[in-house]
């Protein structure tokens, strides 16, 4: 997985409850990214880090939040999770080699 | 957001059939990139493209990056049961910017 950790795997919540998802990377590479996945939509981008402190938004950024205070983290929070935020949730990092995207292996994400 | 028209959608093979799937756009790239999805796994990255008209292979996997660099095409010879999963076309504009994905191409291979 390209030095990629993403934390936890599984989790299920309960509606309006707050969530925070953890990718971590071994590869000091300068830019990370959280997209979801869900069945007929492919994979979509919340939000993406260019740089610690620089993030901005992607496709989906409503209802979630993203800091990244070190090169090697990147969290995803949503503030208040909804039964729409049900979905598979993948860090992805690059910066290397034509900045190449590699990806996590996922976090499953239930909200009941 | 756009997204890149991926098919087909879904395959059914039997082993040892020749697979292909492509994906079209509207708009131009300059890079296509292939992964492959495994169940319960992230996309792991197949091939590269990074020129027009660039024909590259990885083992039985071929693909092409179209002329017009609005398209791109994935090749499988000779598939075996390994191969199933969900294969994703990806585009990008330049190094660095963000891509964009097909919906997938889930391949099922019967032994």
């Known amino acids: 997985d390209a030095g990629i950790t993403q934390s936890p795997r599984h989790k299920v919540t309960e509606t309006g409850t707050p969530v925070t998802l953890r990718c971590h990377q071994t590869e000091n590479h300068r830019y990370m990214y959280w997209y979801r996945q869900d069945p007929g939509h492919g994979l979509r981008l919340i939000h993406y880090s260019y740089g610690v402190k620089d993030t901005d938004k992607g496709e989906v950024s409503d209802g979630y939040s993203v800091s990244r205070s070190k090169t090697e983290d990147f969290l995803l929070t949503l503030e208040s999770a909804t039964s729409s935020q049900t979905s598979v949730y993948f860090c992805a990092i690059s910066g290397g080699y034509k900045n190449i995207q590699y990806f996590g292996a996922g976090t499953r994400l239930s909200v009941l | 957001g756009q997204q890149l028209n991926q098919s087909p959608q879904s395959m059914f093979i039997q082993e040892g059939e020749d697979v292909s799937m492509n994906c079209t756009s509207s708009?131009?790239?300059?890079?296509w990139l292939w992964y492959k999805q495994d169940p319960g796994e992230g996309p792991v990255l197949l091939i590269a493209l990074y020129k027009a008209g660039e024909l590259t292979s990885n083992g039985r996997l071929t693909a092409q990056f179209g002329i017009t660099r609005k398209d791109s095409f994935l090749n499988i010879s000779a598939s075996i049961p390994s191969d199933v999963g969900i294969y994703f076309c990806a585009g990008q504009r330049d190094s660095g910017s963000r891509l964009t994905f097909g919906e997938g191409t889930q391949l099922t291979v019967n032994p």
């Open positions: 708009s131009i790239f300059n890079t």
